[in-house]
């Protein structure tokens, strides 16, 4: 990680240097346990210190689509060129302490696609119309009509054991955590006039925030 940094962003090195050339202690209860690896938690530049490492290993992949955020990766292209870039990854990767975890690796293919590469098996298969990236899914098909059900029923459920709640304090959790936030991912998905935002989606969340508003004295 500081390699990268001394090597592509060199004005942060000294920084960065004097923030991870040493292992940080840290204590729980009687033990004492050094951190060794990856930035620390809630480091503003944890994210760029990430990316930045894994970045040239990307840059060198030969697949047509190359898609990283942070360490959820998307390639896309004929399957041996895919498969070649996959064997990459965890040659590269391991060199640099990072595992590619199968199990949670996704093949997005035809069902009448033919797939012999033994990593590529190991994914799990998923049909094109079923796809999803970062949770938002990319067809309006099944999995649309799931993802806007899951979330307007995790709303209504919500909203049920909010009622002891004093007013004041459900807006604001539903404003910053239950409402709009929950379902931000899905703009990326095709959702205009689907039932669920119709029906209660986003104007059912908004209804609800309207309410407790005007129940607080606010409104």
Request: with cysteine; charged share 20%; aromatic share 8%.
């Amino acid at each position: 990680m500081l390699s990268a940094v001394y090597s592509r962003i060199p004005d942060l090195y000294s920084y960065c240097c004097s923030a991870y050339s040493q292992p940080s202690v840290l204590f729980y209860g009687p033990h004492t346990v050094l951190s060794h690896k990856g930035p620390h938690q809630d480091d503003p530049l944890g994210s760029l210190l990430f990316c930045n490492t894994i970045h040239p290993m990307l840059s060198s992949l030969k697949s047509d689509l190359k898609l990283g955020y942070m360490d959820d990766v998307s390639l896309g292209g004929p399957v041996d060129t895919v498969g070649s870039d996959i064997l990459e990854i965890s040659k590269v990767g391991s060199s640099m302490g990072f595992t590619l975890n199968p199990s949670k690796c996704e093949l997005i293919a035809h069902q009448d696609l033919s797939v012999k590469d033994d990593c590529l098996l190991s994914f799990v298969r998923v049909n094109v119309s079923d796809a999803t990236l970062l949770g938002a899914p990319l067809f309006p098909v099944t999995v649309l009509d799931k993802a806007w059900s899951d979330r307007c029923a995790d709303l209504a459920r919500a909203v049920d054991r909010l009622d002891d709640v004093s007013s004041q304090d459900v807006l604001i959790v539903l404003m910053s955590f239950f409402s709009a936030p929950k379902v931000l991912h899905l703009r990326c998905s095709p959702s205009v006039n689907h039932s669920s935002v119709r029906d209660t989606g986003y104007n059912g969340t908004y209804d609800v925030v309207a309410a407790t508003t005007v129940a607080s004295g606010r409104g």
